[in-house]
């Protein structure tokens, strides 16, 4: 299946489609239900602007499978416009497809879902600015878009950490541009502040974001067999992706080698983000998955030197489908 998607072909395209609407079938035809508490963790404006998905499933898993295929694209053009695989092919936006996909917690739309867009919009501010004296602009736009991400998913503040300590990683970080990540954040947050307390919302929103931005883990082994297998599949696509890291950097130019130091930043802010946040559900890792993809990417890659990837691949994703549809027939 993964030389279906070795290629730089547009009509690949309409494989990704049909791909990723596989993954997500049972949630789409109404087969899966979202669980109690997936958007607890919500911010303000996720609410305000998005909230009333939730009583729309059938809506709101269109809505989702729509996204994850936009965000999809972002990830492939991404790793496409930096060069940071040999070939260009469609592998990390199947790869997404795939972990974007891979649990029923992941198939409606989510805060965790939404900000991923603003976080891949942010990597590519962020990536933008090796080799360029005094990116400003770039340095300006990622602290907006990890800022923005914060208003729909209070517990995406670890990436505001992770894209201000990034930059060091990439080349020098000078004091002016440090000011400038600092003004752009003030700047969505005075914008934002205004806007609600003329219209006397300011309470509201400081309170939910407040309490939704940080809570300690209280981890639980789960007792029905369908959730032990979403934890075994999130979990075991992570460790994987986490430690293929001699894949990832073997034979790589400096330049993406940085970018791979930056991903792994970035996962574990996603990580950071899934355990110390309100609610038990599994959505928050989803955050995780836009650097697991491009890693999973990288093994796809290898899949020509070594079968047992493909082997790999196949086997994840009937895992994905038994689960997604074994609320259906069993």
């Known amino acids: ?31 899966v239900s979202p669980l109690e508490g997936d958007n607890v963790s919500g911010g303000w404006f996720y609410y305000w602007l998005l909230g009333h998905f939730d009583a729309m499933p059938r809506i709101s898993a269109q809505v989702a ?4 295929f936009v965000q999809a694209l972002l990830v492939n053009r991404l790793v496409g416009k930096y060069r940071m695989m040999e070939e260009r092919t469609w592998l990390p936006a199947l790869s997404y497809g795939l972990a974007a996909s891979c649990i029923p917690d992941f198939l409606f739309l989510s805060p965790a879902l939404v900000v991923t867009t603003f976080i891949l919009l942010g990597l590519q501010q962020l990536f933008s600015v090796y080799r360029r004296p005094l990116a400003f602009s770039a340095v300006f736009d990622a602290a907006v878009w990890f800022t923005v991400a914060t208003l729909f998913y209070p517990p995406a503040v670890w990436f505001l950490l992770a894209g201000f300590l990034s930059f060091f990683i990439l080349r020098s970080f000078s004091l002016r541009e440090q000011i400038v990540y600092a003004v752009g954040i003030l700047a969505i ?36 067999p369908r959730l032990r297998l979403s934890v075994g599949i999130v979990g075991g696509l992570l460790l994987v992706a986490a430690l293929g890291f001699n894949v990832y950097y073997h034979r790589r130019t400096i330049q993406v080698k940085k ?5 792994y930043w970035f996962f574990l802010a996603g990580t950071l983000s899934a355990f110390f946040r309100l609610g ?9 998955m836009p650097s697991a993809s491009i890693f999973l990417g990288y093994l796809f890659q290898s899949s020509r030197r070594n079968p047992l990837i493909e082997f790999f691949h196949l086997a994840l994703f009937i895992s994905v489908l038994v689960l997604q549809f074994s609320s259906k027939f069993f």
């Open 280 to 288: 038990s559900t599994l959505d928050g890792f989803l955050l995780c």
């Open 189 to 224: 947050l005075i914008i934002v502040h205004t806007g609600l307390f003329w219209y006397d919302l300011l309470d509201d929103f400081w309170a939910i974001q407040l309490a939704r931005s940080f809570s300690w883990p209280h981890p639980s082994i789960p007792q029905e």
């Open 1 to 31: 299946m993964l030389a279906l998607f070795r290629n730089n072909s547009f009509f690949t395209i309409f494989l990704l489609a049909a791909y990723i609407v596989v993954l997500r079938l049972s949630a789409l035809l109404g087969w």
């Open 259 to 263: 970018y791979n130091d930056v991903l």
């Open 65 to 68: 499978a729509a996204l994850v």
